[in-house]
């Protein structure tokens, strides 16, 4: 269980693609070492460094720590992955930055401050694999948007007879492009459908007006199948929908804004569904229409509609039932 662990060693590791830079924290001192960044060797370091468990912490640097993520999954340590920016963020004033300098810092960090922070949990092979299919799709879309503003750059050149070509290369891009994202999907939507605790979870939040299957697939990766987060206010952080106060003292005082530090994609997916919602439910409908009326902005008033869904989806989660609507009385 989290900070019952009794431990007088902190460990902070800087990962890179071929090695792991370490600084382990003790009574006795600081210890620095580098191992490459494969599952045997790290396997033969936590074998001869460690007899109890220890608190074990590093950046979230993507795939390159998978390697010691998957062997520490195995093992009876406790685990931190934590933000860059968080990390930045709470060292104040620094000077000079290296590999070794950095796994100290983490070390240091997570000495500090592991009360804290949340403990990492270990995903099945079913969220991870999402995950990558998620990745996958997102890249796709991305080629394709490049290819079709660089289509349309191309009819305002003045290319000649080379233009016809271009169009015929890029249009047969854009045709294998959209078959492999249509394959993409598919492979979501299957791998979702195949799982009986996703399956139950998908079809609870698209039960709730403006969700769609984007947003459906989204969140169930970013928040381990709502096991890592179950709460309305926590999500609406995350995917940057809640608004924070902007004052101090008598001189600064602003309106409320939400934080720049959220999950970009996440809140362009609840703005999307804010924008079905507002035509399509009800209930939605008329709270916008009465509060625009009112002298509210319209994208405050989305935003107040956003986190609204955001409720929605952590309610049915929760609760474990489809979305019943409201009746709106004319």
Known sequence: MQGTLKTQQFVGVDISK????????SPEGKNQCQIKNTPRAIKSFLKASFVEPTIIAM????????????????????????????????MGLTRGKDDKIDAYRIARHIQLHHHQESQWVAEDDVLQELKFLLTERNQIRESLSKIRVRITEHK???????????????????ASLEADLKEVQEE?????????????????????PGVGKVLAWNLIARTNNFKKINNPRKLSCYAGLAPFAHQSGTSIRGKSRVSPFADKRLKMLFHMAAMVAVRNDQELQHYYERKVSEGK?????????????AHRICAVVNQKKKYEPVLVLS
Do not use: W
């Not at 071929?18 to 924290?25: K, N, R, W, Y």
């Not at 520490?72 to 685990?79: F, I, K, Y």
């Not at 290319?159 to 854009?174: H, N, P, Q, T």
């Not at 459908?193 to 996703?198: A, P, T, W």
């Open 18 to 25: 071929l090695t792991l830079d370490i600084c382990i924290l």
């Open 59 to 90: 950046e979230n640097t993507g795939r390159y720590n998978r390697y010691l993520l998957d062997v520490l999954s195995e093992t009876d340590h406790e685990v931190y992955v934590i933000s860059p920016l968080h990390l930045k963020r709470s």
């Open 188 to 208: 979501i939507h299957q791998l979702i459908m195949g799982n009986d605790q996703m399956k139950e979870v998908f079809e609870f939040i698209t039960s709730v």
């Open 156 to 174: 305002l050149l003045d290319v000649g007879s080379y233009l016809k070509k271009l169009k015929e290369r890029d249009s047969r891009r854009i």
């Open 297 to 309: 902005s319209k994208m405050a008033v989305l935003n107040a509609v956003r986190n609204k869904i």
